[in-house]
C-alpha cells in the first residue's frame, strides 16, 4: 500500500471534501465517532486507484459488547420504540430529508469506497431517499389482529419490535444497503448496522444523519471491522435478538450455525447466478443490450446479475453477436470518468478472484466471444468477458463469479430453458425474454426463485419484496414482508 494521495479525492465535490476533511470512519455509538477501544484501524482504499484516501475503525470482542450494550440501553429504556407511532415517522421522514440533502456526499463515497461509477451511483442515493421514506410510514400501520377466540376470552396479536437487530451488510452497493436500517427503526428496534470493511464511509454518514433527524443515542449504531473479528461476534452475543445478514452464501452458512448455538433467528439474503432467458420471439438487438447490462452494470458485483445467458439456439449465434456489439462501447474507466461505463472491482481480492474465474473459464473449453482481462494502472480494473458453448455443469455456470464475466448456455425448448435454469444452487432471480404472453407465464410458473422479471431486469421499488429461495437465502427485504419480519407477534389473552 502506498501513502500518496489519490488523485480521485480530487474530483469529489466540496460538500464531501468538506466531509472528508481529517475524518475518521470510526463505530458511531450513541451519536459519536468512536475508536476501537483496541485501537485497531483498517485501511480505506480507493478502487481507481488502490491508494488508501482514508483510515477505518477495526474493532473487536470487547467493541460489540459496548455497541450491543448502548443499542440494548437504548432499547429496554424505550427511547425510541416507545415514541408515538406518528413521532417516529416524522423523525424517519426527516431522515429521508437529510439522506436527499447529501445525495453528492452520499454519491462520492460509494464512488470512492466502493469504486463504483459516479453516472451509476444516483440510483443508490434515490434507493436511499425512497426506501427511508417507504420505511418511514410505517410506524402507524403495524396493525396487530383481534383473532376469534371462545366467549369468555379476548386475545389481541400485538406485533412488536424484535429488540437489537444485527443488520450485517455487503458493500456492493453501500448507500442502499445502510438505508436498510430504516426498516429495523420503523418497526421499533434498536439498530446495530455492521458495514462492510471495503466500504465503511456510508454507514458513518447515515448513522449521523439518524442521529440529526432525532434517532436517539444507541437507537442506531454502526460497528467497524471484518467479519471474522466482529460480525461473527455480533451473532454470537446474547445481547443481540435477530440477525438480518445480506452477503455470500458461504457467510450465511456460518452465520446459520452460529446463530443456531443460541438459536438467534436470521434471514439470510445471500448470491445468486440467475439466468437471462432470451427465447427466438425476442426482439434481438434492445434484449442483448438488456442482457449485456444486466452483466457489466456495477462490474457484475450485483447479487441479480444475469450472468448465465440461456439463448434459445435457433438465434443463438445472432443473439452472441448482437450482445457482443452492445459490449463493444463499454469504455473501462475511472469512477468520475463521465465517459466510463464500466469502473473497477471493489478490491484486490475480488479482481483476483474474477481473473482466476476467467483462467478457469478458458481451461473449461469453452469458446471466448469478447475476450477481456486485468486491465489500467493501479486500480483494480478488469475488462468484460462473454463465453459460448459453456455447459452449464461447469464451475462458470455454476458459482457466483461477481465481477463482469457472462456465460452463454444455448437451450433447444421450454422445457430446456426451464431445466438449465432451475439446475444450480442458487434461486435469487431470474428473467424471460419473449413476446409470448402464455410461455412467460408457464416459465415464471416453473423458475424457482424469488424474483422473475419479464421483457425486463433488475427493476425493482423499496415496495416489492426481494430475496431468494435454496441457497440464495430466506427471508424479504423491502416491502412490507420486511417490516414484518423485523417485529414479531405476541399474543395477549385476557380474560372476561
Ligand atoms: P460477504 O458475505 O463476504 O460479507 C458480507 C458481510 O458479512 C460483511 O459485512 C462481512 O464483514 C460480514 N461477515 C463476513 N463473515 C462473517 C461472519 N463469519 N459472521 C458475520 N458476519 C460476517 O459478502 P460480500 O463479499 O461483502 O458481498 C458480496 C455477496 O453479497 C455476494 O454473494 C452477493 O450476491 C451478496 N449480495 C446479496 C444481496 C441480496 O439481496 N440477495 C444483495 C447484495 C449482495
Known amino acids: 500500500m502506498t501513502t500518496e494521495v489519490s488523485p480521485t479525492l480530487s474530483h469529489v465535490s466540496a460538500q464531501t471534501e468538506s466531509y472528508l476533511k481529517d475524518k475518521f470512519f ?4 450513541d451519536g459519536a465517532v468512536v475508536e476501537s477501544i483496541g485501537g485497531g484501524t483498517m485501511p480505506v482504499i480507493d478502487p481507481s486507484t488502490g491508494i488508501q484516501i482514508a483510515t477505518a475503525a477495526s474493532g473487536e470482542t ?20 416507545n415514541l408515538a407511532p406518528l413521532e417516529k415517522e416524522h423523525r424517519l421522514h426527516r431522515l429521508a430529508r437529510l439522506i436527499d440533502e447529501n445525495r453528492t456526499v452520499f454519491g462520492d463515497l ?54 437489537v437487530v444485527g443488520l450485517i451488510v455487503p ?63 455480533l451473532v454470537e452475543h446474547p445481547g443481540t435478538d435477530f440477525i438480518s445478514f445480506t452477503g455470500s452464501a458461504a457467510t450465511g452458512r456460518a452465520i446459520q450455525s452460529t446463530a443456531a448455538r443460541s438459536l438467534t433467528p436470521v434471514a ?16 434481438i438487438a434492445s434484449t442483448a443490450a438488456a442482457a449485456t447490462a444486466a452483466v457489466w452494470s456495477g462490474q457484475g458485483q450485483i447479487c441479480t446479475a444475469g450472468s448465465r445467458v440461456l439463448v434459445q439456439r435457433s438465434i443463438h449465434d445472432e443473439f452472441v453477436a448482437a450482445m457482443v456489439d452492445a459490449s463493444r462501447s463499454v469504455t473501462v474507466g475511472h469512477v468520475f470518468d463521465a465517459s466510463a461505463t464500466l469502473g473497477p472491482l471493489v478490491s484486490q481480492t475480488q479482481l483476483d478472484r474474477v481473473a482466476a474465474y476467467v483462467d478457469l473459464g478458458r481451461s473449461e473449453g469453452v ?74 407465464q408457464r416459465m415464471t410458473d416453473g423458475l424457482d426463485v424469488g424474483t422473475v422479471w419479464v421483457n425486463t431486469y433488475q427493476a425493482g ?31 395477549v389473552w385476557i380474560a372476561q
Open 367 to 440: 469458446q471466448v466471444a469478447l475476450d477481456g482481462g486485468v486491465t489500467g494502472d493501479g486500480g483494480f480494473f478488469h475488462e468484460p468477458v462473454i463465453f459460448t458453448d459453456v455447459r452449464n455443469e461447469m464451475r462458470i455456470a455454476q458459482e457466483e463469479i461477481f465481477g463482469p464475466v457472462m456465460s452463454v448456455i444455448p437451450f433447444d425448448d421450454e422445457a430446456d430453458a426451464l431445466r438449465i435454469a432451475n439446475d444450480v444452487d442458487y434461486g435469487l432471480a431470474a428473467g424471460i425474454f419473449t413476446n409470448d404472453l402464455r410461455r412467460s
Open 26 to 29: 470510526g463505530h458511531v455509538i
Open 171 to 233: 458493500w456492493n452497493g453501500p448507500t442502499a444497503v445502510v438505508a436498510m436500517a430504516a426498516a429495523a427503526l420503523a418497526a421499533g428496534n434498536s439498530v446495530i448496522l455492521k458495514a462492510a470493511e471495503n466500504t465503511p464511509m456510508s454507514a458513518v454518514l447515515m448513522a449521523e444523519l439518524a442521529f440529526e433527524a432525532g434517532i436517539p443515542a444507541g437507537a442506531f449504531n454502526v460497528l467497524q471491522g471484518t467479519g471474522q473479528a466482529v460480525g461473527s461476534a
Open 461 to 491: 421499488y423499496p415496495t416489492v419484496s426481494y430475496g431468494g429461495v435454496k441457497q440464495s437465502g430466506y427471508g424479504r427485504t423491502l416491502g412490507e414482508e420486511m417490516v414484518h419480519e423485523l417485529t414479531h407477534i405476541k399474543s
Open 62 to 81: 470487547a467493541d460489540v459488547d459496548r455497541v450491543v450494550t448502548s443499542s440494548r440501553r437504548a432499547f429496554d429504556e424505550g427511547t425510541w420504540r
Open 110 to 163: 460509494d464512488a470512492i469506497d466502493a469504486g463504483l461509477l459516479r453516472t451509476y451511483t444516483a440510483f443508490l442515493e434515490d434507493f436511499g431517499v425512497n426506501a427511508t421514506s417507504y420505511f418511514a410510514g410505517w410506524p402507524s400501520k403495524l396493525h396487530g389482529s383481534i383473532p376469534p377466540v371462545p366467549t369468555g376470552m379476548n386475545v389481541q396479536h400485538r406485533r412488536v419490535p424484535r429488540g
Open 268 to 283: 439470510l439474503e445471500l448470491g445468486g447466478k440467475s439466468p437471462f432467458i432470451v427465447f427466438d420471439d425476442a426482439e
